[in-house]
């Protein structure tokens, strides 16, 4: 069975840094590209990140550009996304989220496959 699985999440104070992680279990990770997206109430999801099989590849959103970074460990099966400098309008759920082959834009929910349950993060002023 494949399973995604968001850890790291939390509140934290404007300016302050979290490290989330997504793990996969029932499938290799290191075969296919990986997406964060988030969700804040009342907005649709929107992209944040994506990082590409080997790694060799990342995309960002405008908003997050220069304060995230995403990452893979393939050994460990687990793909990351390092927050920095958060802001209040980062606050939302986050999903990652695997693109087994469907193809499309990074930033559309519509190209990946598996989705993780989400993970909080709330920033506050």
């Known amino acids: 069975q494949v399973q995604l699985g968001e850890h790291g999440g939390g509140e934290v104070q404007a300016g302050d840094s979290l490290r989330l992680s997504c793990a996969a279990s029932?499938?290799?990770?290191?075969?296919?590209?990986i997406g964060w997206f988030r969700q804040a109430p009342g907005k649709e999801r929107e992209g944040v990140s994506c990082?590409?099989?080997?790694?060799?590849?990342?995309n960002y959103a405008d908003s997050v550009k220069g304060r995230f970074t995403i990452s893979r460990d393939n050994a460990k099966n687990t793909v990351y996304l390092q927050m920095n400098s958060l802001k209040p309008e980062d606050t939302a759920v986050y999903y990652c989220?695997?693109?087994?082959?469907?193809?499309?834009?990074?930033?559309?929910?519509?190209?990946?496959?598996?989705w993780g349950q989400g993970t909080q993060v709330t920033v506050s002023s």
């Open positions: 989220a695997a693109d087994v082959g469907s193809g499309g834009r990074w930033y559309r929910p519509s190209t990946y496959d598996y």
């Open positions: 990082i590409s099989s080997t790694g060799g590849s990342t």
């Open positions: 029932g499938f290799t990770l290191g075969y296919y590209a």
